[in-house]
């Protein structure tokens, strides 16, 4: 038999208040596609950045190649032949392409015609990136390509992909898996982290599955279920989202009229006659691939970007399309932006102040002016418990807790605000399945509950799940929406693709689907 | 052509010099993400330094490079404080000034009323001969003390550092976003240190040319807030060399401006030339405000917070 590539043994490493990894051993073989699962929080990220060199493990040690190995730093990572592909990017915004690719990886290999080889392995991957362009202008999804190529023209040995997918198009998943696929063939071993259990299945040989820090169980992907999987993560039940019985719909509660936008940003899109609106007790999803005016769309919804025509964003019988995010609070608008570190929270302050920041009007948190840090805390807390976030209290810094506990904090906060509009952007993004049937579950009662709810997700799968009508967004206009059941996968596949296709039933909201292009 | 023209276009460049140097040290400061307020203390501790070893050795090369390793010295306080013992570096910023002024004071007491020869300068005695545009090529273009021609290779290798070197890349990066740059394995904080400590350098060297050639002479409080000013120029030139040395012949000619009308008797009150500068960043700051991509692009995003690595 031969050697592992990679192996580990009693890898731990303790956070204030927590324990990220408690002995875990792994062992990678060459060639071998092995994938890390686990909840949120089950310290995925912790393990494979010790493995990276950019973390310390308080005790275990690390074979490489049959030679024990200590990486005190991700550039002898590198030089081992370590690829990593990190969950939050590390890219730099005011910089381009091309200066990003070159920094996360070696200067030999920097040197010469780089941004052609970059053209090159993009091409040849189906990772389509322009070198030249400035990453703050690059929607998440064509992010995550950067990190993506980056590991690709370091020919690595292993490549580590810390929820590469999670913002990827089911075309790029599928361009990706081709890419990984020839890897393995070629001897790569590659770990791989994702909380898309059908892709595992798809993808993986094999599977070590974490809990809390420890590993539980593996298994062998093929012959589970993603309903199996996500139950030995959880050691308990999953239980889908279910919806409820009966719900009349009401008033519409947010009308979008004729919205046209220019993009300040000029690789960003521009939105063209933009017309939907969403009654009470209605779920409308707006799918697309990630670049296509959603957040745009987004921005003009939220009130960061302000539009010259006030009566084209109606909340309730407000117009508002002048009025600045606090307005829309007031108007009873909740959102929960796509990122989360800097946009959806304060990265460095706790999880109190970032309850405070966005519910202080809504949940009165606020006293002459006085910040009521009790009441503030105790709604932090209600959100913490609701939501099962797992962090040690409300006094820790947003940016410690995992991916998908964050999100679900966030989600928490503008739910526990009972919102009569509610506009999510990627709601599911990096969380566990168990949470993302959770989150999804919440969108369903709070729709139920009366509320107007409009979901921007790259989730075929989620839209089908949770939406009363789909429509599809594709270089800043929006189709026509349909019901799910009259439309199938490959025809919004299609449609978020920029070719037309005519479904059998037409809108049934003709008035809101006017405008298609 | 007025006789008083060329030496005052020659009082120009020396009383921009310094903020060359000053301003440029600081802007590479900046784009590592360290924002270090001490430029005044760190040029005025250079000055007196400078000003001290010409005076004892005669040397200019000598003093220009004590002043230069001085304002070092100040920065390495100012770099171990802030980036190991994570000091809050507007405060500390602000302490190295008033140190270093106290400091100066208490080093230059024995040296009040002493002068310095100056450094010395090309002279084309054959090139001056020529009328009419032999005293402007011969002093202006080439007749400058070695320092002034230094400054200008500075910013070009300053541009050519940052924008086109793989280290002035890291550099970048690291002021950017310091937690991707640690991820992918830059040591934040030693780029920072050597940021600093080049900072440090080039505003004693600042210092340096005040006491030995703008004034080559020892008076306390000799830098008059031109530290302040050098800082005001690095937002002022919105992060980039060439506007930086643009601005410090901007603020260094209005500085010779102010001297010269009250010679000319123009009535312009000193005030409002002396805070000419200050106006001026201000008024760029609001205007390149507008435009929210042009604050992107240029301002370190991570100026003025500290890093320190988890794990
Ligand atoms: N810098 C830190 N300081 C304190 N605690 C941390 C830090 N980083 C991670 N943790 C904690 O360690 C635990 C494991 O986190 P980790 O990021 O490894 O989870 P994960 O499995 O990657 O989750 P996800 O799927 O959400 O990304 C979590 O409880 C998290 O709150
Ligand atoms: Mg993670």
Redesign the interface.
Request: no cysteine; charged share 15%.
């Given at each position: 038999m031969t050697a592992p590539r990679l192996e580990l043994k009693g890898v731990t490493k303790r956070y204030p208040g927590v324990v990220a990894n408690n002995n875990v051993d792994l062992t990678v073989m060459p060639g071998e596609i092995h994938a890390l699962l686990g909840e949120n929080g089950a310290g995925k990220s912790t393990l494979v950045k010790f493995i990276y060199g950019v973390q310390r493990a308080d005790a275990g040690w690390m074979k490489w190649e049959g030679r024990e190995v200590e990486i005190p730093n991700p550039k002898a990572a590198r030089d081992l032949g370590i690829g990593m592909v990190f969950q939050h990017f590390s890219l730099f915004d005011a910089m381009t392409v091309e200066e990003n690719i070159a920094l996360g990886i070696s200067a030999e290999l920097a040197k010469g015609d780089l941004n052609s080889r970059i053209k090159e392995i993009s091409a040849s991957y189906g990772l389509l990136l322009d070198p030249d362009r400035y990453v703050h202008t690059l929607s998440v999804g064509e992010r995550q390509r950067i990190e993506v190529v980056r590991c690709l023209l370091q020919s690595p040995k292993l490549l580590i992909m810390d929820e590469p997918t999670s913002v990827l198009t089911p075309q790029e998943v599928e361009e990706l898996f081709k890419t990984l696929r020839r890897l393995s063939g070629e001897g790569v071993s590659i770990l791989y982290i994702s909380h898309k259990l059908q892709e595992i299945k798809e993808l993986c040989h094999t599977a070590t599955i974490m809990r809390m820090g420890e590993v539980v169980d593996d298994c062998d992907p093929a012959e589970e279920t993603a309903r199996s999987m996500a139950e030995m993560m959880m050691g308990k039940n999953l239980v889908s989202p279910e919806r409820p019985e009966g719900i009349e719909t009401g008033a519409p509660q947010l009308v979008v009229r004729n919205l046209d936008m220019e993009s300040s940003d000029h690789h960003g899109v521009d939105l063209h006659g933009i017309s939907f609106e969403v009654r009470s007790g209605e779920i409308l999803g707006i799918a697309g691939i990630a670049g296509n005016g959603q957040t745009e769309l987004m921005d003009v919804l939220s009130g960061e970007v302000l539009v010259d025509d006030d009566d084209s964003i109606i909340i309730g019988d407000k117009t508002v399309g002048g009025a600045g995010p606090v307005e829309r609070r007031a108007a009873g608008m909740s959102f929960v932006p796509e990122e989360r570190l800097g946009h959806g929270a304060v990265a460095e302050m706790t999880l109190w102040e970032n309850a405070f920041l966005s519910g202080a009007t809504r949940k009165d948190l606020l006293k002459s002016g006085f910040i009521q840090i009790n009441k503030s805390s105790k709604y932090a807390s209600e959100i913490v418990e609701q939501f099962k976030v797992k962090t040690p209290g409300v006094l820790n810094a947003a940016n410690s807790l995992s991916g998908g506990n964050l999100q679900k904090f966030i989600f928490g906060r503008e739910i526990l605000q009972d919102p009569s509009v509610i506009v999510v952007l990627q709601p599911t993004w990096g969380v566990d399945a168990g949470s993302a049937a959770a989150i999804r579950q919440s969108l369903l009662d709070l729709a139920a509950d009366g509320a107007a709810v409009l979901v921007i997700s790259q989730d075929l799968e989620e839209l089908f799940e949770v939406a009363d009508r789909i429509a599809v967004i594709c270089e800043g206009r929006l189709s026509k929406s349909w019901p799910p059941d009259e439309i199938t996968v490959d025809e919004i596949g299609l449609l978020m693709a920029g070719i037309e296709v005519d479904p059998a039933g037409a809108a049934h909201d003709s008035e809101a689907g006017g405008h298609a292009a | 052509m007025p006789e008083w023209f060329i030496p005052f276009l020659l009082s120009v460049v020396t009383a921009s010099t310094p903020f060359v140097f000053a301003g440029i040290g600081e802007l590479v400061v900046e784009k590592s993400g360290v924002l270090n307020l001490g430029v005044e203390g760190m040029m005025i501790v250079g000055a007196v330094s400078a000003f001290a070893v010409g005076v004892t050795t005669g040397s200019g090369a000598l003093a220009v490079l004590t002043g230069a390793f001085a304002g070092a010295a100040m920065a390495l306080i100012f770099g171990v404080l802030t980036l190991y013992l994570l000091s809050n570096q507007v405060a500390t910023g602000l302490a190295l000034t008033l140190f270093g002024l106290g400091l100066s004071a208490l080093m230059g007491h024995g040296m009040v009323g002493k002068t310095f020869a100056g450094l010395p300068h090309l002279e084309f005695p054959l090139l001056e001969q020529i009328p009419v545009i032999g005293p402007l090529i011969g002093t202006l273009l080439l007749g400058h003390d070695v320092l002034v021609y230094f400054s200008v290779v500075l910013m070009i290798a300053v541009g050519w550092f940052l924008n086109k070197s793989?280290a002035g890349?890291?550099l970048?990066?690291v002021g950017?976003?310091h937690?991707?740059?640690?991820?992918?394995?830059?040591p934040v904080n030693l780029v920072r240190l050597l940021a600093v400590l080049f900072g440090g350098a080039m505003a004693g060297l600042g210092g340096a040319y005040l006491s030995l050639v703008h004034t080559p002479l020892w008076v306390e409080n000799m830098t008059a807030g031109r530290g302040w000013i050098a800082l005001a120029l690095v937002v002022f030139a919105s992060w980039r060399p060439a506007r930086v040395f643009v601005g410090a012949y901007l603020f260094g000619g209005l500085t010779i401006m102010q001297l010269h009308a009250q010679g000319l008797g123009i009535e312009i009150p000193p005030q409002v030339l002396a805070m000419a500068p200050y106006l001026a960043t201000i008024l760029v700051l609001v205007i390149i405000s507008r435009d929210?991509?042009l604050i992107?692009?240029?301002a370190p995003?991570c100026l003025g917070k500290s890093f320190h690595a988890?794990?």
């Open positions: - | 793989r890349m890291v970048r990066a950017e976003n937690n991707a740059a640690h991820s992918i394995g830059y929210s991509a992107r692009l240029n995003a988890t794990g």
